[in-house]
């Protein structure tokens, strides 16, 4: 297991650090924004490890999300006003406000521009126009208690959120699929409302064409005909209302109370399908599968309340998690290894983010009031490299093979032999005694598919 190399610790807070979000811009520059006790959020370049600007508040922050609007902005929660407050990164100014509790802020692929989501009473959700504040869909009942949530991205959006009711202390994670059940259709023609909404001018020269035209937004309805008021239409849109309520809707993953209940959530990138994360009060982190919605695997690590948990956005499958033990720690989410841990922090570690490609930096917030860098490219550089010995074992083993008749009882059991011995040599196991078996676990170290060690396995 290798270790989390700091990089820079920040402590100019005067408060807990609540909350962080991290933003990568198409010119390289790399943003993050932590919100403190302290009633500010401060903006960090990680690029050149400098505090840029501090923006004060009337009271402290909740939490805090970067969006590109398409300048980065911060989108802050005043959760004792009920209060977001929506500000230009780099020069402090206010873009707007809106009232709500703050649910999530980004893209979500129903409309053409990033949006809030906000919980409405105790069971209502509201998709809001970051920069108007209009109400774009608002769907009623069975969110009851909303505390988190996520969305994952495609066609086809799922909600993700959790709900924690504080009479009954029980917590849950639930699915609520934003276009399951519309039908396939011929989308409708954008009327002129439309081409505006989207910046569009009638008379310019870039008209879209009609393979363009398919997923543009359709005409604003009346609340009564639609479950869902897609900005954009989907493939299998059709402009009927569901017979379905939003509470038959919903997927149940999982219910817990105080012991187990859920802090936070994140969607894997790495993955070729992508998963839901979750760290929990029982020191835990939890892997969920977008498509069955059932538990695939639990990471145990931690010694204490898993705060927070983020995803790097690359081609690697790592999650990273920040517990109240002070520690952070990567996990692979293929395997389910731990893959690294950062040491340092004094207190809790309630606050991540992880930044894109090319370079990968991880951001901490704790209530030791700092905010800390760490360096995650060696993590992956190492990963890369058991990928790219596998491969080197892999070919030779087939060339192996190749120069032997696959068909004779005795190259089956040399040949299997080999990768048995490879596994050994390698650590990988020393409990592995045939060689579909070692071809597994061969496969699973190094972030392989299943499909593969299968292959391997077919020509022993």
């Known amino acids: 297991m290798a270790t989390l190399q700091p990089v820079h610790t920040f402590d100019s807070h005067a408060g807990r650090v609540f909350s962080l979000a991290v933003c990568s811009m198409p010119d390289g520059r790399k943003w993050a924004a932590s919100a403190s006790h302290d009633r500010t959020v401060r903006i960090w370049c990680i690029n050149t490890l400098e505090h840029?600007?501090?923006?004060?508040?009337?009271?402290?922050?909740?939490?805090?999300?970067i969006v590109k609007l398409p300048r980065p902005c911060v989108v802050a929660f005043i959760s004792a006003e009920s209060k977001i407050q929506v500000s230009d990164l780099e020069t402090g100014e206010t873009v707007s406000t809106h009232f709500g509790r703050l649910i999530f802020s980004g893209n979500v692929s129903l409309f053409p521009k990033p949006i809030i989501i906000t919980a409405e009473g105790e069971e209502d959700v509201s998709f809001v126009d970051i920069v108007s504040g209009e109400k774009l869909k608002t769907i009623r009942g069975g969110f009851d208690k909303m505390f988190r949530a996520v969305v994952t991205n495609g066609p086809d959006p799922m909600l993700v959120f959790t709900t924690w009711n504080?009479?009954?202390?029980?917590?849950?994670?639930?699915?609520?699929?934003?276009?399951?059940?519309?039908?396939?259709?011929?989308?409708?023609?954008?009327t002129t409302t439309d081409r505006?909404?989207?910046?569009?001018?009638?008379?310019?020269?870039?008209?879209?064409?009609?393979?363009?035209?398919?997923?543009?937004?359709?005409?604003?309805?009346?609340?009564?005909?639609?479950?869902?008021?897609?900005?954009?239409?989907?493939?299998?849109?059709?402009?009927?209302?569901?017979?379905?309520?939003?509470?038959?809707?919903?997927?149940?993953?999982?219910?817990?109370?105080?012991?187990d209940?859920?802090?936070?959530?994140?969607?894997?990138v790495g993955d070729s399908t992508p998963k839901i994360c979750s760290g929990h009060y029982d020191f835990m982190v939890r892997l969920w599968s977008t498509e069955?919605?059932?538990?695939?695997?639990?990471?145990e690590g931690h010694n204490d309340y898993v705060?927070?948990?983020?995803?790097?956005?690359?081609?690697?499958?790592?999650?990273?998690?920040?517990s109240s033990d002070g520690t952070i720690k990567a996990w692979?989410?293929?395997?389910?290894?731990?893959?690294?841990?950062?040491?340092?922090?004094?207190?809790?570690?309630?606050?991540?983010?992880?930044?894109?490609?090319?370079?990968?930096?991880?951001?901490?917030?704790?209530?030791?009031?700092?905010?800390?860098?760490?360096?995650?490219n060696p993590v992956l550089l190492d990963l890369n490299w058991a990928r790219r010995k596998f491969f080197c074992i892999f070919l030779s083993m087939?060339?192996?093979?190749?120069?032997?008749?696959?068909?004779?009882?005795g190259a089956d059991e040399t040949s299997g032999s080999a990768i048995v011995t490879a596994t050994k040599n390698l650590s990988i196991s020393e409990t592995a005694e045939t060689a579909e078996t070692a071809a597994e676990l061969l496969a699973q170290k190094v972030f392989c598919s299943p499909p593969l060690y299968r292959t391997i396995a077919s020509y022993l």
């Open 166 to 190: 504080t009479q009954t202390r029980r917590s849950t994670i639930q699915t609520y699929d934003l276009v399951d059940t519309y039908r396939e259709s011929e989308p409708p023609t954008p």
């Open 52 to 65: 840029r600007r501090t923006i004060e508040y009337t009271d402290f922050v909740w939490r805090v999300f």
């Open 332 to 376: 692979n989410t293929q395997t389910g290894a731990l893959v690294a841990t950062g040491e340092g922090h004094t207190r809790d570690a309630w606050a991540l983010g992880v930044t894109s490609e090319p370079s990968a930096m991880i951001v901490s917030g704790s209530f030791d009031r700092t905010v800390r860098v760490w360096d995650l």
């Open 307 to 322: 705060g927070a948990v983020a995803a790097w956005k690359g081609t690697q499958p790592i999650v990273v998690s920040g």
């Open 398 to 409: 087939l060339g192996y093979c190749g120069q032997s008749n696959l068909k004779s009882d």
């Open 196 to 259: 505006k909404r989207l910046n569009w001018e009638e008379e310019s020269d870039s008209k879209p064409s009609s393979q363009e035209s398919e997923a543009l937004t359709v005409p604003l309805a009346t609340e009564q005909n639609y479950t869902f008021e897609p900005a954009r239409a989907s493939p299998n849109f059709i402009s009927e209302r569901s017979s379905l309520s939003s509470k038959e809707k919903m997927v149940l993953m999982f219910e817990g109370d105080s012991r």
């Open 292 to 299: 069955s919605k059932e538990l695939l695997m639990v990471l």
């Open 261 to 268: 209940g859920v802090t936070s959530l994140v969607i894997t």
